[in-house]
């Protein structure tokens, strides 16, 4: 809403480019003319598809969409379990992190997760990914 007002007070969209969140994935941004070439971060779809598509087919229904959250969980657990390792903070907080559903993580020592995410860009009234997501962390 603040795009479509913002070229009213002297904000020309053809000389500053927005930048917004994972919000902006939902289709409803493509309609706003001032976003055009507007920047913003998300998740790789692919493999977000791919859980789509597998939770579909065992429980014939779409998932919630933090679904894909305690089932990333499950899979380190079950990682750490399966390569002989405890479930403490040292293993958890593992600086390489992660792959999930969702790309790259890592639980930080603080308590936070950090994730690699691809850099999209809307152009012609579609979503591109300009940056694919990083596979592992430097």
Not at 42 to 62: C, M, P, T, V
Not at 78 to 102: A, C, E, W, Y
Request: hydrophobic share 35%.
């Amino acid at each position: 809403m603040l795009a479509s007002i913002l070229p009213y007070y002297d904000v020309d969209p053809k000389k500053v480019f927005y930048m917004g969140n994972s919000l902006w994935a939902q289709n409803i941004v493509l309609k706003e003319p001032a976003l055009e070439k507007g920047y913003f971060p998300n998740i790789d779809r692919i493999g977000i598809e791919n859980f789509e598509l597998e939770y579909q087919s065992i429980f014939g229904q779409k998932p919630h969409k933090v679904s894909s959250l305690p089932y990333d969980l499950i899979g380190l657990i079950s990682s750490l379990q399966k390569n002989s390792q405890n479930i403490d903070v040292k293993n958890i907080t593992n600086k390489r992190g992660f792959i999930g559903s969702n790309g790259l993580f890592r639980f930080k020592k603080d308590g936070s997760i950090e994730r690699s995410l691809s850099i999209f860009q809307i152009k012609n009234q579609k979503i591109i990914e300009i940056k694919k997501a990083d596979l592992n962390f430097n």
